[in-house]
Every structure is written in structure tokens, then in C-alpha cells.
């Protein structure tokens, strides 16, 4: 009998052993590093496809319920996402939102409640920059922080504009201006919409809360004929997906630090790096056009009708793709990519600077901040100085191009559009890509050591342009052209 139990006992630990390997094999971790993967980047992807499941049950259980019951979903889903992707580290979010409620309760509608909220909310997001940041791309809990901290922002500003006398707003500032008191419940709801927590896209208070009542809707009363809007954007997401998948252990960032990429002509460095400028942005392409699916399919991205009576999706479009393909220029690349940030950008920070008389000023300010708040590297920096210096000479270019006749001709030649638009492309994308290098390298002796490996082509190609450009101008324009320009 004893030796029966003891096979008996010897048999449930083999077996449990069996188990217990089997569940490791099934881990997170195991699966992570099998698609050659982080874990934490997994547990992200996971994150925003989970968003659709969500978006499905609200639409067929809470579209027209009472508000209170749709805050509640919105919190716990989004709690839930944080939870699952940052553990404990989900009581920063958690604090910050309670502390905003407070600030716009216990403030009101004053600029005091703006700037407390601004500062508050910036420098704390900056602590967990420094106290979390490594000289690598990290998934923490400061990423979806950075998406919190504007719309916290946002919606201090919005409530100190519904204060105001309502001729005295612009007509944008009316459409964003809070009128009512929001509820702690209804911040939170706001914050944690699974559909944007983790990578945005930025959307204000007022369509969030049009949403909740059931005004984002192309057929009034009923659920929001999204499905197939919503499947187009994830089908298109999911083929940017597993291209990035395919393709991200051959062109990566790291090999830019290597000897064999030093080693190898310059004329090699200059194209590794354009192909892989424009690679590394599909990441981000990714994940806005699977979140905007998720948007679209909850009544979110409903954003009207066009003039045909045709239902528009685009309200939480982060992604116009087919500009951000063929565009040749840097204006359109910034036009089509990121277009909630830089829209947010220009509300509450570029107009709002207005006083200061200067359109490059408030540009430049508005850019120091977009670097701020992606983190505090030095890459950041760069990469913006460079996307302000690349504008400023792009519309230098461009005015040229316009006012001067011979180069108008020139550019007026059909045969030839076929080469400028090849050239246009080459230097927009090889210079996208240097600029990117900084961004992503993050430190300043991982780019400085790449830049120097190129001799530093974008900075002499850029400056050069910037001083030598109105000189050029000088001699080709005509000054009949310059006056009529005046008059």
C-alpha cells in the first residue's frame, strides 16, 4: 500500500511538473520572446486589440444606457488595461486624475486652475521621465502618462474657456469650451477610455461626453453603423503590423552604432538610414490605426457627413496614410502623421501663444514643448530643432520656387515630375531619417556617434540653405514680383 501511494504521489509531481512547464511555455514571456518581442510590447499589442471586444459590448449593451453606467465601464476597462501592463505603477494615473478634479473644483474656471494644472501636470510627468528613463525605448507607465497629460491639460483649458463670454472665444475655443461641471466619475471615464489610455488618440471632453449620451451616431437612435469603417482602419493597421513584424529584426536602429555600418561607403550609410527613417515610424502607424478601429466602432470617430450625406470616421484619425506615403514634402509628413497631438498642439499651445507677435516663436516654443514632453533625452531636442529648421528652409524653397519665373517653368515641365518627385522624395526621407536617429537614439553620444558617421549632412545641408536661400531669392525674383508681393 505504501509503495502504491508513494507511485501514486510520485505520479501527481510529474504531472504537476508537466503542467507547470506547460504554463511557462504559455507565458507572456515565452511568447514575447518567440515573436522576438518584449514582453511589455506584447502585453501592449494585447492591450489595443483588446480595445474591439470592449467596443462590441458597449455598442450592444450600453450605447443608450444611463450615462453613469457607461463612465463606470469606461474607468474599470481602462483601470483593468493599466493594471495589466503596469501592475501597481496605475495609482499615477489614478492620483493624477483625482488631483485634477480637485484642482478644477476647489480653482474654478480661473487661469490659476490652467497654470496650476500645466505645471502640476508637466512636472510630474518629467519626474517619472527621469526617475524611469533608460537609454532605451521602455514601455513604463510614463507612455500612457504622456497621452493623460494632455488631455488633463486640455480639459483645464476648455473649463476655464466655458467661464468666458462666448463672443469673446474663436469658434474653435467655442467648440471645445466647457460649459457644465464635469463629475470625478465623468474625468475618470474620460481618461481611462480603453479606446485611447495607452497611445492616444487625443480627443476633448465635450466629444467624449457626446459619445456617452449617444449623439455620435450616423443613424439617430440606433448603434452607429461603424463596422465596416472600424475593419477597414484595423485591416489596414494589421498589414502595417505584420510588415513591421517581418522586417524589424533586418532594419533596426542598433545597427546604425555598429562598426560595419561605419565601415561601409557613405553612400550606404545615407540609404540604411533613409530606409530605415521610414520604417521605424510603422510602429507608431500601427498602433493609431488599430486604436482608431476601436474609436470608429464605439461612435467616437464619428465626425458627421460630407456634403453627399456620406458618414465621416475621421474624428480620431491619428493617420492620414496615403499623404504620409506619397507626400513628398516634410510639411505633409507632419500633416498626416501624429495628427491628434500636433492638432492639440496648435489649439492649446501655438494660438495661445498669440501675444507673442511671432509665428516662428510660437512655433519654436510650441515644438521645445513637443520635445519636453516626449521625454527628457537629448535626442528629442534635436530631433524638433531639426523639424523647425527643415520647415523654415522647406517654405524658404517653396516661395522661391513659386515667385521666381525660370524656376517656375521649371517646375512647370510634366516630363520632369517624374525626377523631381524622386529627388523630393530621396532628401525628404533621408533626412527624416537623420532627424529620427536622434529621436530614437535618444543620448547624445549614441547620435552624435552616427551623425559624425555621415558628417553631420543634415545639419551643413539645412544651414547652408538657410543663409544662402534669400540670396538666391535676391537675384531670381524679379522686383516687380517683390512689389506686387507688398502691394
Not at 495661445?352 to 510650441?366: A, D, N, T, V
Request: charged residues 15%.
Amino acid at each position: 500500500m505504501a509503495s502504491s501511494a508513494e507511485g501514486d504521489e510520485g505520479t501527481v509531481v510529474a504531472l504537476a511538473g508537466v503542467l507547470q512547464s506547460g504554463f511557462q511555455e504559455l507565458s507572456l514571456n515565452k511568447l514575447a520572446t518567440s515573436l522576438g518581442a518584449s514582453e511589455q510590447a506584447l502585453r501592449l499589442i494585447i492591450s489595443i486589440f483588446l480595445g474591439y471586444p470592449f467596443a462590441l459590448f458597449y455598442r450592444h449593451y450600453l450605447f443608450y444606457k444611463e450615462t453613469y453606467l457607461i463612465h463606470l465601464f469606461h474607468t474599470f476597462t481602462g483601470l483593468s488595461i493599466a493594471y495589466f501592463n503596469f501592475g501597481n505603477q496605475l495609482y499615477h494615473s489614478l492620483l493624477c486624475i483625482v488631483l485634477q478634479f480637485l484642482i478644477l473644483r476647489l480653482m474654478g474656471r480661473t487661469i490659476t486652475a490652467v497654470l496650476t494644472t500645466f505645471c502640476f501636470q508637466m512636472a510630474y510627468l518629467l519626474a517619472g521621465y527621469y526617475y524611469t528613463a533608460t537609454g532605451n525605448y521602455d514601455i513604463k507607465w510614463t507612455m500612457p502618462h504622456c497621452v493623460l497629460t494632455l488631455k488633463l491639460i486640455g480639459l483645464a483649458v476648455d473649463y476655464f474657456d466655458g467661464g468666458k463670454d462666448q463672443n469673446s472665444l474663436s469658434s474653435e475655443q467655442q467648440k471645445y469650451a466647457i460649459r457644465g461641471v464635469p463629475s470625478l466619475l465623468e474625468v475618470a471615464g474620460f481618461s481611462y477610455f480603453y479606446g485611447a489610455f495607452l497611445v492616444g488618440p487625443q480627443f476633448s471632453m465635450n466629444h467624449y461626453m457626446k459619445l456617452v449620451q449617444g449623439e455620435l451616431t450616423d443613424i439617430p437612435g440606433k448603434i452607429p453603423n461603424s463596422i465596416i469603417p472600424a475593419l477597414k482602419r484595423l485591416s489596414l493597421g494589421l498589414f502595417y503590423l505584420v510588415g513591421y513584424t517581418l522586417l524589424s529584426p533586418h532594419i533596426t536602429e542598433d545597427y546604425l552604432l555598429t562598426e560595419d555600418y561605419d565601415n561601409h561607403p557613405f553612400w550606404f550609410r545615407c540609404m540604411y538610414m533613409l530606409i530605415w527613417g521610414k520604417f521605424v515610424l510603422y510602429k507608431y502607424v500601427t498602433c493609431w490605426l488599430v486604436t482608431e478601429g476601436v474609436c470608429i466602432l464605439t461612435g467616437l470617430g464619428f465626425n458627421g457627413f460630407e456634403e453627399k450625406g456620406k458618414a465621416k470616421w475621421d474624428a480620431c484619425a491619428n493617420m492620414k496614410v496615403w499623404l504620409f506615403e506619397t507626400n513628398p514634402r516634410f510639411t505633409g509628413t507632419i500633416a498626416s502623421f501624429n495628427i491628434n497631438t500636433n492638432a492639440w498642439v496648435a489649439r492649446y499651445i501655438f494660438k495661445r501663444l498669440k501675444f507673442l507677435g511671432s509665428k516662428e516663436l510660437s512655433q519654436g516654443l510650441s515644438l521645445l514643448f513637443l520635445a519636453l514632453w516626449h521625454g527628457l533625452h537629448s535626442g528629442y531636442l534635436v530631433c524638433f530643432q531639426m523639424e523647425f529648421l527643415i520647415v523654415i528652409v522647406e517654405r524658404q524653397a517653396a516661395r522661391l520656387i513659386q515667385e521666381s519665373p525660370t524656376l517656375s517653368k521649371l517646375a512647370a515641365i510634366t516630363v520632369l515630375q517624374p525626377f523631381y518627385y524622386l529627388v523630393q522624395q530621396t532628401i525628404h526621407w533621408l533626412f527624416m531619417g537623420y532627424s529620427m536617429t536622434a529621436f530614437c537614439l535618444f543620448t547624445w553620444d549614441k547620435w552624435l556617434k552616427v551623425y559624425k558617421s555621415i558628417c553631420f549632412l543634415g545639419h551643413i545641408f539645412f544651414l547652408s540653405l538657410l543663409f544662402i536661400l534669400p540670396y538666391i531669392h535676391k537675384a531670381m525674383v524679379p522686383r516687380k514680383e517683390k512689389l506686387k508681393k507688398m502691394e
